[in-house]
């Protein structure tokens, strides 16, 4: 079976803080791909990561970065020097070889940054 | 740039109306996805869809059918419309990668209310 556990429901921070998006996941699938996706109050979901299973090197992209670990069978996505602008839901996501490209989603969380 | 276009961004509709949820991608993506997102349940998938012809019922199918045609194209029908199924409505496609699926691509999204 496939799960994604995002447990935080909502976290709330002042801009400039550093703010870290957990992840959990389960599979049976040795192969398998995982994503985080952005969903601002508009309402579209737009994709911002993906990472293979066999890579576990850690990503960094500006203000954002992810820390896969396999170990603990987690996906963290962290936003630094947080901005209003990054007030969004955030779902994580897991696509595994045995799925047909069928992702499964976390319930998300609400991000909120405060002026 | 992938495109996914869905026909409406708002609709409302009337309990026990037939109604078709248009949905229209132009990367050549294999999978195609209906999901419908509630507040606090995150995003469920309806049905997805990885070929021409070929549908797979996610975790909330009861009460919805597809049909997928053409490869660019997957329709959600709402055999009889009910006030449970007034949501948010999602549809997205993806690539696959040998056996994988890769990052779908989200449309913007219908607000389907039915009265």
């Known amino acids: 079976a496939q799960k994604v556990t995002q447990a935080q429901t909502e976290i709330s921070v002042v801009e400039k803080e550093d703010v870290t998006l957990d992840c959990v996941y389960e599979?049976?699938?040795?192969?398998?791909?995982l994503f985080w996706y952005k969903q601002p109050p508009s309402g579209e979901l737009v994709f911002l990561i993906r990472r293979n299973s066999f890579d576990e090197q850690n990503e960094i992209s500006g203000r954002y970065s992810w820390n896969f670990q396999k170990s603990t069978s987690s996906f963290n996505f962290t936003i630094t020097a947080s901005q209003v602008v990054d007030s969004a839901v955030y779902f994580c996501?897991?696509?595994?070889?045995?799925?047909?490209?069928?992702?499964?989603f976390g319930r998300g969380t609400q991000l909120t940054v405060w002026p | 740039d992938v495109k996914v276009t869905q026909s409406s961004r708002y609709l409302v509709k009337r309990t026990g109306e037939k109604v078709f949820l248009e949905c229209v991608q132009d990367?050549?993506?294999?999978?195609m996805f209906w999901y419908r997102q509630d507040p606090g349940l995150g995003l469920r998938l309806i049905y997805f869809?990885?070929?021409?012809?070929?549908?797979e019922k996610g975790d909330i199918p009861e009460g919805y059918s597809v049909s997928r045609e053409k490869k660019e194209r997957f329709s959600l029908i709402l055999e009889s419309a009910s006030t449970n199924q007034t949501s948010m409505y999602l549809c997205?496609?993806?690539?696959?990668?040998?056996?994988?699926?890769?990052?779908?691509?989200f449309g913007q999204g219908t607000r389907l209310t039915v009265v």
């Open positions: 869809s990885y070929d021409v012809k070929m549908k």
């Open positions: 990367m050549d993506h294999e999978n």
């Open positions: 599979t049976r699938d040795t192969t398998y791909y």
């Open positions: 997205a496609s993806s690539l696959i990668q040998g056996v994988m699926g890769t990052e779908a691509f």
């Open positions: 996501a897991l696509s595994g070889g045995s799925t047909l490209g069928r992702l499964y």
